[in-house]
């Protein structure tokens, strides 16, 4: 026993070296259709909650009725727990007036902080032609909204070059968003070069990076196919064979996310963005341990 405290010990101390004490996070979750699903998210928020965050988010459906969803979730989840709570609010099949209406309404409800986003495009959101920087714009107008806006560091799907990606990056930072979250990612490089560029093109704002634990490596494949991330090769191998083994899965994600954080920190990243899929119990494991 004594030996194995010991070896726990030891692991543990070369986690969090050099750690920067002032790493903090921020949690993502999604509005549940069921009772079951609302009752696990709840129990999810309090418990990420003692961890202190910087703020959570809640993503957005394109439709009233998931609108309506998206908010009476952010008021809840702010009534619990009292950390601010941003929804987000996305240009999908909506046109001007009625973007600038929501954010009236979030304004005076009392919602100061969004994540402004396009979503994913159909023709009508083609046909308005309202893009993300039109967003903030219009969130500008409206009142002096906080804003994260979304950031690629493999590039977007849709983009014609990384270059042009990286000015609409800054486009929508000049436009008055206050921070970029990105995507998620496994290639710590990629991340790196995806910031120090941010630099090159004078786009000065945080860059905080987006976590996704791996819970599941097939329905991860399929995130990434619908998202141009990169999985390395080395992942593969590590997750081959354990398609009926979720909880071996699970630990191997656990670690993998732990490196990445300890990497990154060593580079200076203090905030971290975690995608929790309304889960919490690898994502607090993994704060926790780094002292969030």
Known sequence: MNFLNHYHQDIIEKKLENLNDNIKCSFEFFPPKSINGKEKLFSTVLKLSKLKPFFFSVTYGANSGERQNTYNIVQKIYKKTGITTAPHLTCVDATFNELKEVAKFYWDKGIRSIVALRGDATEKTYRHKIY???????????????????????????????????????????????????????????????????????????????????????????????????????????????????????????????????????????????????????VYSICHMFGF
């Open 132 to 282: 993300a920087v039109d967003l903030v714009l219009l969130l500008k107008k409206v009142a002096d909204f906080d804003i994260s806006v979304a950031a690629y560091p493999e590039m977007h799907p849709e983009a014609k070059n990384a270059q042009s990606d990286l000015l609409i990056l800054k486009e929508k930072i000049d436009a008055g968003a206050n921070r970029a979250i990105t995507q998620f990612f496994f290639n710590v490089e990629s991340y790196l070069r995806f910031r120090d560029n941010c630099i090159k093109n004078n786009i000065n704002v945080e860059i905080i990076p987006g976590i996704l634990p791996v819970y599941n490596f097939n329905q991860l494949k399929k995130f990434s196919s619908m998202t141009n991330v990169n999985i390395p090769t080395w992942m593969f191998k590590m997750f081959d064979g354990l398609d009926n083994d979720l909880l071996t899965q699970k630990i191997i994600g656990t670690s993998i996310i732990i490196d990445m954080v300890k990497n990154l920190s060593h580079e200076g990243v203090k905030n971290f963005h975690f995608y929790t899929l309304n889960q919490s119990d690898v």
